[in-house]
């Protein structure tokens, strides 16, 4: 893997921590779908510009598949990762979604039949130890927001799980502004009628914001998308981890979130057994 690739992954992650820092303050004002749709909307229209600036080539008839599979994958990682930030602190979302690459291996041995040895169950252990350790302080007394919050961290790991495996078949084909495009105009498309439900008047400020999102995001996907399509995901994974260092950054300057010593135990258990994975 060569030094610009690493530094596509390293800055793909720094913008899309930095999008996520700015959808969740703005889930405090408008609430989660509408904020979520927000997203999209404007992730959508910047891609759809930098796609006509760019004129890739048309997708091919099984790029156009595989792009639009990936549609309600994105919506439910998204979905899922968003909820889990509103109730959450940034930097623990983050870490429980780095449990991806262990579920990508297991995903991998279930539908490709690949083999599962023994480096994939160790993994899976120091992962699931490293959750629990993360997470026990904020389940005590309050299982209900906090608990709902670890469960859809976990389930958006799952899903990202697939969404990579997805991305990685069509990446290495097809131009990234394609792929970013599908990725924020189909979500857009799915969310309009279940956010018209939630719709509210918003300031220019708001709508300043949300068009930061929609560009961080759609930099950042473009970024990690060219990344992909030079290198294998298990010598990207790596990488990903340095969205913790954003998280906590981002964080404690804008939400006043201190991570206790926990989440950073439970983080060196989670990117362990991540990493050992990644090498197999």
């Known amino acids: 893997m ?19 820092a700015v959808i969740k303050g703005q889930m405090q004002q408008h609430g989660f779908l509408l904020a979520l749709f927000m997203r999209f909307v404007m ?15 048309r997708p091919t008839r099984a790029s156009l598949i595989g792009n639009l599979a990936r549609v309600p994958l994105v919506v439910m990682t998204a979905g899922s990762f968003f909820y889990s930030i509103s109730v959450l602190p940034l930097a623990e979302a983050l870490t429980l ?17 690949e083999r599962i040895d023994r480096r994939v169950l160790q993994a899976l252990g120091f ?6 350790v993360m997470v026990w302080p904020r389940l005590q007394g309050h299982v209900g927001g906090a608990g709902l919050g670890v469960a859809a961290a976990l389930f958006s790991a799952v899903s990202y799980a697939f969404n990579l495996i997805l991305l990685r078949r069509i990446a290495t084909r097809e131009h990234p502004t394609v792929i970013v495009a599908f990725q924020a105009v189909g979500p857009a498309l799915v969310l309009a009628i279940p956010a018209l439900q939630v719709l509210q008047p ?10 930061a ?6 930099s950042g996907h473009l970024m990690l998308t060219s990344a992909y399509a030079r290198a294998a995901a298990s010598k990207l994974a790596a990488i990903e981890y340095t969205a913790l260092i954003w998280a906590s950054l981002l964080g404690f300057f804008f939400f006043a979130e201190v991570p206790l010593y926990t989440t950073l135990a439970g983080a060196v258990l989670i990117v362990a057994g991540a990493v050992a994975v990644s090498r197999r």
């Not at 610009?4 to 899309?16: D, K, Q, V, Y």
């Not at 959508?44 to 890739?56: C, E, K, N, S, Y």
């Not at 979604?97 to 039949?113: E, Q």
């Not at 992962?127 to 629990?132: D, E, S, T, V």
Request: net charge positive; charged share 5%; glycine share 12%.
């Open 213 to 218: 999102a929609g560009v961080l995001g759609v």
């Open 202 to 211: 918003m300031s220019w400020t708001d709508l300043a914001l949300y068009a």
């Open 97 to 113: 979604s780095f449990l991806a690459p262990v579920f990508v291996a297991l995903l991998g041995g279930l539908l490709l039949k």
């Open 127 to 132: 992962g699931l130890a490293g959750m629990l």
């Open 2 to 20: 060569s030094i610009s690739t690493a530094l596509r992954a390293a800055l793909g992650i720094a913008l899309l921590t930095a999008m996520d």
């Open 43 to 57: 992730g959508g229209a910047t891609a759809l510009i930098v796609l006509a600036i760019v004129r890739p080539p």
